[in-house]
Every structure is written in structure tokens, then in C-alpha cells.
């Protein structure tokens, strides 16, 4: 999705002539346009997005003289090369693909902590499954190196599993719907809006979640990511950014149902799906996110779940060294809004 063109309105001197009137106006337009700084923003469609969602449709950057578009990737995996390319100017995370990306010399930093996971991810298997230890020795689908990668390896931890006791089938969370459907998988990784898909399947006898985020409150969390080249380059950008964020989030408060029609016709869903899958997400609002940034034992605080993650990624040697905290995020924009 685009955003949608900004209309302007002038309002001319009555001494000038019409001819001298019109071209000062349309100077006036140009010079706008061109001195309305534009970023791309890499995302891929995830119910906790929402308010930026709201924010590009609504077009809530105009305000703060700000050209925003969303680039949509179907594959997150995709988005931190984007990112280092230049190819966008930031995009949304996971953090644990930040711990990965610090942990591989990239200097990305989180800005802005965006939400966790409360449900919205999850590992759904048919009926003869009834918990994680009987994944041992089967077909599991899921995309590696991305969130449900990262959840899988964290639900098999807990019963002292991992990927070599599984059979791994390599699939984007939008692919398993479909394969779990035809009876080739008995469990697969998703989220929101494939979790549904898959969980409404059979009248809702089918398939059930058996592992999910909200077995792990805070650990698959959603960030807004810069390289630090970016963030020193345009601070004031990132923030106006930020802005929108939070007056798109003060949009779903206020206007709820108009909001759920914005973001499910960005999300290919039906209002009503998008007020049930919200149900599976914590959007943190300004005052909470500090908190993120704060050294604490709570999975919601980057030091916690950083350290749970890095031990996870190391263990399956998709990094050799767990960076610190510390490099993996910039929080004095989010203090400087609070």
C-alpha cells in the first residue's frame, strides 16, 4: 500500500495577478514536495503493525512533514539485508533477528520497541498431538531464521528437544495453512493471519496451538530498527516516525472499528478477524517503553529475553558470540519522546 497523495491548500494575495498567483502557488507546492523528507519502511503483514498500518492510510506523517511508505516482504528473513542494502531506510523486527544481525557485525539498533507476541505466534499440530514432546521425530514446517524458527527452538529447550530430535520442512508461516490442510504436516510454525487459518480449519476441531507466545510473554517481540548510520543521520525523521506510530495507535483507541476496516483491508482480512487476532498482541504504549530498554528480569525487558535468545541462537551456531545488550538498540529517541 501507498500512501495517499497529500492535498495542499494556499491561500493567495488579492494584489497579485492571477498568472503571477498561480505560479507562485504551484512554487510553493513544488517546494514542499521536495523539501518533505521520504523514507521506505520494510514490514511484512502482522496484526501488531496496526497502528502503522493506520498511520500510511490515514496518512498521519503529513503532519510532521514526512513522506512515509511501507515496503511489504514476504519473507522477514529478507528485511535486515534491505536494511544494510539501503534499499529501505529501516524496517520491523523480531528482536531476536537483531540479537543475529549485531551478533554478524551489522550495526542495527532498535529505536522503538512496537509490541510482543501474546498468542499471536504459535505451533499448531493435528488432534494426535498433544504437547511439545510429541514433536520428537516429526515433520515440523516453519521458516528458518526467522521468529518461528526462534519460537520452535525455544518450545523444544523446555522439554529438552532440539531441531536434530524433528524433521524440518522449510516453509514461509504463510505456506503452512495449506500444507497442514492437504495432511502432508502434522505441525507447523505460524502467526497472525495464517494462525487463524489454520486453527479455523475443520470447524476449529483440526488443529489446535500447542506451544504459543504466550507460553513466552515478551521473547518474540517486535521492534522498529535503524542502522546507526540512519539514526544519526536522521533523528528528527525517525521520531516523526515514531509520532505517527503513536497517533496511529491513538486512532485504534478512539475509532476502533473504523481502525480494524484500515488495517484489515491492509491485511487481506475482515474487520472482525482483525479484532479477534489483536487479542494476541501487547502494543506498548510510550509510557511502557522505557521499560524495554531497562535492565530487568522480566522476558519484556531486552536484557532478559536478549540473553534467552542469544543462548539459543548460539546453541544452534546461527551466531558464535552473544553481543551485548547495550549494542543491539539506541533508546534515547523513545526517552527524549517520554
Known amino acids: 500500500m501507498k500512501p495517499s497523495a497529500p492535498t495542499h491548500s494556499s491561500r493567495r494575495n ?17 517546494s514542499f514536495a521536495q523539501s518533505a523528507p521520504s523514507m521506505k519502511i520494510a514490514t511484512v503483514v502482522w496484526i501488531g503493525y496496526g497502528p502503522f498500518y493506520v498511520a500510511e492510510a490515514l496518512d498521519l506523517y503529513k503532519k510532521y512533514k514526512l513522506k512515509v511508505s511501507l515496503q511489504v516482504f514476504n519473507d522477514p528473513a529478507l528485511i535486515p539485508a534491505a536494511i544494510a542494502s539501503g534499499a529501505v531506510d529501516g ?48 515433520k515440523i514446517g516453519y521458516n528458518p531464521l526467522s521468529p518461528s524458527d526462534f519460537l520452535l527452538s525455544y518450545a523444544l529447550k523446555t522439554v529438552n528437544l532440539t531441531e536434530k530430535d524433528i524433521t524440518p520442512v522449510s ?18 510454525v505460524t502467526y497472525e493471519p495464517s494462525l487463524s487459518q489454520v486453527l479455523g480449519q475443520g470447524g476449529g476441531k483440526k488443529f489446535k496451538a500447542v506451544f504459543s507466545s504466550k507460553n513466552a510473554p515478551g521473547l518474540i517481540a517486535d521492534v522498529l530498527v535503524f542502522d546507526d548510520k540512519v539514526i544519526k543521520a536522521k533523528p528528527a ?31 487481506g482480512v475482515s474487520a472482525a478477524e482483525v479484532k479477534e487476532q489483536l487479542t494476541g498482541v501487547y502494543n506498548i504504549p510510550l509510557a511502557e517503553m522505557p521499560k524495554a530498554f531497562a535492565p530487568a528480569k522480566e522476558t519484556t525487558s531486552y536484557y532478559a529475553s536478549g540473553e534467552i535468545i542469544g543462548q539459543l541462537l548460539k546453541a544452534k551456531g546461527q551466531i558464535t558470540t552473544i553481543p551485548a545488550t547495550e549494542a543491539t538498540f539506541d533508546a534515547s529517541l523513545v526517552k527524549a519522546l517520554k
Do not use: C, W
Not at 126 to 136: E, H, L, M, P
Not at 171 to 188: D, F, K, N, R, Y
Open 91 to 138: 524496517g520491523m523486527l523480531t528482536y531476536d533477528q537483531v540479537v543475529g544481525q549485531v551478533a554478524a557485525g551489522r550495526n542495527m539498533k532498535v529505536v522503538m520497541p512496537i509490541d510482543y507476541s501474546n498468542g499471536g505466534d504459535a505451533i499448531v499440530a493435528d488432534s494426535s498431538i498433544t504437547k511439545v514432546a510429541d514433536f520428537k521425530g516429526k
Open 14 to 30: 488579492h494584489f497579485l495577478k492571477p498568472a503571477l498567483g498561480l505560479a507562485l502557488s504551484m512554487a510553493t507546492l513544488t
Open 171 to 188: 516453509m514461509t508461516p504463510e505456506a503452512v495453512p495449506a500444507a497442514m490442510a492437504s495432511g502432508q504436516l502434522p505441525i507447523g
Open 237 to 267: 525523521e525517525i521520531t516523526n516516525i515514531m509520532k505517527a506510530y503513536l497517533d496511529g495507535m491513538a486512532y485504534m483507541k478512539a475509532k476502533p472499528d473504523e481502525a480494524n476496516k484500515i488495517i484489515g483491508k491492509f491485511m
